[in-house]
């Protein structure tokens, strides 16, 4: 069955404390993978899209990276405005559904 | 320009209502979604129009009716809503199918009564 998960639920960080976030994914033939990045009440955010293992991608203190089972989204130095859910996607691979991970939670203390 | 418009950005009604939720996007972009997403819970599927044709229907209730007039324009008529179907509405487009990313709308807020 198609399913990505997310690791950790939820990431407490001072700010300045770089750290990883997880998604690993079920996919056979993945088409590509996405990251969007959440604020509450608001639609998310699109940050990247990764399509083979190897692949990085950075914006400012952000970066994803690819492998063939999992992708992880560093966040270097990080500051109390990217205090966000952090979500992961893939497509599935009979049709043009996009399954999202339940999303990591981050909060940047000052 | 990456933006995808949603209006009302707050909606409040009662569970005889009919109203519609109205979405657009200007980018060209050929595929377009209505997602559903209660609290501290990821984006639901809905509907998904592929080349304005309804490609995906997530077995939603039918009080829940999609309109896709042209390609850059999305509807979602609400009827007979339930308590439980107050959410926040997304709406999402790509360029072609689920291979490329999607930009998403900031939202509907809507609340049944």
């Known amino acids: 069955e198609d399913q990505v998960t997310q690791s950790p639920e939820a990431l407490r960080l001072q700010e300045g404390e770089s750290s990883s976030l997880n998604c690993s994914y079920t996919?056979?033939?993945?088409?590509?993978l996405f990251w969007y990045r959440q604020d509450p009440g608001k639609g998310p955010e699109f940050l990247f899209t990764?399509?083979?293992a190897g692949e990085e991608k950075e914006k400012e203190r952000l970066k994803a990276t690819l492998t063939k089972k999992e992708s992880f989204l560093h966040i270097t130095a990080p500051k109390p405005e990217d205090s966000a859910t952090y979500l992961c996607?893939?497509?599935?691979?009979?049709?043009?559904?996009?399954?999202f991970g339940k999303g990591t939670r981050l909060h940047i203390l000052p | 320009d990456t933006e995808v418009t949603q209006t009302p950005k707050h909606l409040v009604m009662g569970m005889t209502n009919k109203k519609s939720l109205k979405c657009e996007q200007h980018?060209?972009?050929?595929?377009m979604y209505w997602y559903k997403q209660k609290a501290k819970k990821p984006p639901e599927l809905m509907f998904v129009?592929?080349?304005?044709?309804?490609?995906i229907n997530e077995s939603v209730p039918s009080r829940f009716s999609p309109e896709c007039p042209n390609s850059s324009l999305l509807n979602l008529h609400l009827h007979a809503l339930q308590p439980e179907d107050s959410a926040l509405y997304l709406c999402?487009?790509?360029?072609?199918?689920?291979?490329?990313?999607?930009?998403f709308g900031q939202g509907t807020r809507l609340t049944v009564v």
């Open positions: 996607a893939v497509p599935r691979n009979r049709d043009d559904k996009i399954i």
């Open positions: 980018m060209g972009h050929r595929a």
């Open positions: 996919v056979s033939g993945l088409r590509g």
């Open positions: 990764l399509y083979s």
């Open positions: 129009y592929s080349y304005e044709k309804l490609s």
């Open positions: 999402a487009s790509s360029q072609e199918s689920a291979n490329t990313e999607a930009f």
